[in-house]
């Protein structure tokens, strides 16, 4: 039900232990290498499939305001990555656009 608010930077990234917090709710969602984002993978029913469901997140990120790194390899395959650029690491931002990227209708194999 949260809305992303808008950063540019002048804040803390969260702490390791409050992301893995925050990823205590979201199903699939796993801290990047780094610590600094979080990742989700999907493997979507075929290309077509891949595709609008890219489409449905593009909206979603243009109407919070908040945009992920949308990786499509192997055709059907999607990657998601977020993290707040501006302050170089995760913000609450990250798992409210996870949250309801995980509502988004999709077509999985």
């Not at 290498?33 to 979080?38: F, R």
């Not at 449905?56 to 998601?80: F, Q, W």
Request: aromatic share 6%; glycine share 8%.
């Amino acid at each position: 039900k949260k809305k992303c608010i808008p950063c540019e930077g002048g804040i803390p990234a969260l702490s390791e232990a409050e992301a893995v917090s925050h990823l205590s709710g979201l199903r699939g969602w796993t801290l990047t290498t780094d610590g600094k984002g979080i990742r989700l993978e999907f493997l979507m029913k075929d290309f077509m499939a891949a595709i609008q469901f890219i489409n449905r997140i593009a909206k979603l990120a243009e109407k919070e305001d908040h945009h992920p790194n949308i990786h499509l390899t192997g055709y059907r395959k999607i990657v998601i990555v977020l993290s707040t650029h501006a302050i170089g690491g995760l913000s609450e931002n990250d798992f409210i656009l996870a949250a309801k990227i995980n509502r988004l209708p999709k077509k999985l194999k």
